[in-house]
């Protein structure tokens, strides 16, 4: 028995030093142009979402949004805290491994199945100054992984399983920088937080106040299309405040807003569930 002991220690520290280092994507001696990549993610709730990240350029890893997460959910019990990263990176012709990821609150909840993922490599001439968003679709009979500019364009090859046919299509229609996209924010705060009056969260935009929506209501807004930002936060024993960029590029935008122990949590989703109540700004 204490052989086995021993045996499973060394091992287990055989695995922790095998390790690889996450890498700067960016050398420090580096002065050339640059583009930057951001993850993005899809919030199904407290407990999980799909993280769509880069997880390394030319060969090197970095850290990924879901390790970042990861991290950051530790001790949080069956509550996510969602952390999305972005690096910059030489402008120049890479190749990016890229990746779909089903990612826990806590480690046992992973156990009842639905482990959704896709990866691949693609090979991309970066612009200086531009940004790409690592995007992806996943579900049990199509999985995909590419990435966008952004315009919303996708401008790589599409990492692809399953059956496309049976993955229902998007619709929306992408728009011009002189057009406006009807945009719906929406509190999708479930459970016990709503009791505590942890629910509510205080939405601003480009510095402007949009007031309180409380979990199941909506505001709707129109904004024109490009980048803007949007401050959010809670009470939660302390003030929790966060920023978050938004790229507006299509006619429709859906904005899911939750909020959690320790950080507000925004997803760009493909449609408003049923059931949320309108409230006038």
């Not at 919303?152 to 002189?178: A, C, L, P, T, W």
Request: glycine share 8%; with cysteine; net charge positive.
């Amino acid at each position: 028995m204490k052989n086995n002991i021993f045996k499973l220690i060394i091992l287990s520290v055989g695995m922790i030093s095998g390790c690889s280092v996450p890498s700067k994507p960016t050398p420090d001696a580096y002065k050339g142009p640059v583009a930057t990549i951001y993850d993005t993610n899809k919030y199904l709730g407290p407990e999980k979402g799909y993280f769509f990240e880069l997880e390394s350029i030319d060969g090197g890893s970095i850290q990924s949004s879901s390790e970042a997460t990861r991290i950051a959910s530790s001790g949080s019990g069956f509550h996510m805290s969602p952390v999305l990263k972005n690096r910059k990176v030489p402008a120049k012709k890479s190749v990016l491994t890229i990746r779909g990821v089903t990612s826990y609150a806590a480690p046992i909840l992973s156990f009842g199945g639905g482990n959704l993922n896709i990866k691949g490599n693609v090979q991309l001439m970066l612009k200086a100054n531009e940004n790409y968003y690592v995007k992806g679709q996943l579900s049990e009979k199509y999985k995909a992984i590419w990435l966008e500019d952004s315009r919303g364009r996708v401008i790589s090859n599409k990492i692809e399983i399953g059956d496309k046919s049976k993955q229902k299509i998007n619709k929306e229609q992408f728009i011009n920088s002189s057009q406006y996209s009807t945009v719906r924010i929406f509190n999708t705060t479930e459970g016990i937080r709503n009791f505590m009056g942890a629910g509510r969260m205080k939405v601003s935009i480009n510095g402007k106040s949009y007031g309180t929506i409380k979990s199941k209501e909506y505001i709707q807004i129109k904004l024109k299309a490009g980048k803007h930002q949007i401050d959010l936060s809670h009470w939660d024993l302390v003030t929790l405040k966060s920023n978050h960029p938004v790229n507006i590029n299509q006619e429709n935008t859906f904005l899911g807003i939750t909020t959690t122990p320790r950080s507000n949590v925004l997803s760009i989703d493909e449609a408003m569930p049923k059931g949320y109540r309108f409230i006038k700004r």
